[in-house]
């Protein structure tokens, strides 16, 4: 689910300090809640005890030694005395037919807020006297809000504050971010050598910056690498150029001076084709490595026997093996469903890399096998020098050749075994190169489906 627009562009900083000042207004705003609901249930209970012990000293009012009812004009005295200083009381006593008996006819002063008390005082055989009291709890409740709007402006006020440092200790927490954004507006492409210093980082920054290095790495790399590439596309290509505009030239000559001219042309021209056909297989090399790095996915279907397609290719370098003094050997077998042309080309390669620096006499054997999880392995393996570990890692590089001196440039380009990693990632597999004790193997895992 995506972030709305207005969050979407809002800073981090930005984002922390209204979360943090929103829980500290309800953190704030809750205690104060707790405060004004204890101190309200605190005056509650107050005035409940108040109006009972009120309740006491009435009934002794009106009942007299004896236990008779003491609610005659002789009595208004005593409840006058009892309500003397207690203002904020007011006291009212019936007859069970409805006979005021205090405080007479006179009203007393209304109340704004009052808290009432009901109860009755027992008369011998007559009906009880019905005693209602009420207590002033105006003061209270001017108290009640008058602390509400204390802590309310506490709260707001608390949650200005702590925002404010809050806000600032965010800020302040962000810093070592600032400091490695600043250090990567320092990288370009000239400077991708140029790694992070984390020496200063929080741990919880650590593994991004690691993340970020290692990326810079192989950026690095691949910089390197295109750079590489685009100095091999030039010299792979500068080469049949040049013979071709040389050819060109003598033809012209040829034709200038008459004669044999004819004859010297045409081998031009067989010569120019040759160049062009080798032109055109790097540039359709490059085409399908172009097409492998966007996705293209090999289409496959069922094979039977690995086997018998490894025969049949072998069948196609049956000349070079001869020339070479070796013999080919297929051993293992696997079915699944492959592209059976991309394994052809695939397995070319191999087999030609093989047949080129294999000892003579010995035997290149392709190795076939199914492995308990679907996968398949397809290694070509011969006899010869260990290759070096750091050629080892670069085999499958474009143009790259463990030869500085570019031996058999002219009948490869440095894009087979390139061409043969880009086959086992459209198979979702990866290319196979170990080299130890005098043999050399390299191939592929396939899935098979």
Known sequence: MMAPPALAHRSLR???????AVQSLAGLGAVCLVVYLVTAAGFAARQEDALQQKESILRHLL??????????????????????????????VTTGDGQRVYPGAAEAAPLAAARELRFEVARGAEAPLQVRLRMDV??????????????????????????????????????????????????????????????????????LVGQFNALLGRLEKAYAQMEGFNADVAHELCTPLATLLANNELALRSLGRGGQGAGEVAEVLASNLEELQRMTGIVNDMLFLSQADRGARARRMPVASLAAVAAQVADYHEAAL??????????????????????????????????????????????????????????????????????????????????????????NHGLGLAITDAIARMHGGRTLATSAQGVTRIGMELRSG
Request: hydrophobic fraction near 45%; charge should be neutral.
């Open 14 to 20: 930005s984002r922390l300090s209204w979360w943090l």
């Open 322 to 411: 001869q020339d070479a003094g070796l013999v080919l050997q297929v051993v293992g077998d696997a079915a699944g469903a492959f592209d059976v042309p991309l394994l052809h080309r695939a397995l070319s390669n191999l087999i030609g890399n093989a047949t080129r620096y294999a000892l003579a006499g010995s035997t290149v054997r392709v190795c076939l096998a199914q492995r308990p999880d679907g996968a398949v392995e397809l290694v070509v393996e011969n006899r010869g020098p260990d290759v070096d570990p750091q050629v080892l890692a670069r085999l499958f590089d474009r143009f790259y050749r463990a030869d500085p001196a570019r031996s058999h440039s002219q009948a």
């Open 63 to 92: 009942t007299d030694s004896e236990g008779h009812p003491a609610a005659t004009p002789q009595a208004r005295h005593p409840l006058d005395d009892f309500l003397a200083g207690h203002e904020n009381f007011r006291l009212l």
């Open 138 to 207: 105006q003061p209270d409740q001017a108290l009640l809000r008058r602390l509400a709007i204390t802590l309310a402006v506490a709260a707001l006020a608390g949650t200005v504050v702590v925002s404010l440092g809050g806000f600032v200790l965010v800020h302040l927490g962000l810093a070592p971010v600032r400091q490695m954004a600043a250090q990567t507006r320092e990288l370009s492409a000239r400077t991708l050598h140029q790694r992070l210093d984390g020496t200063g980082q929080p741990a919880e920054l650590q593994p």
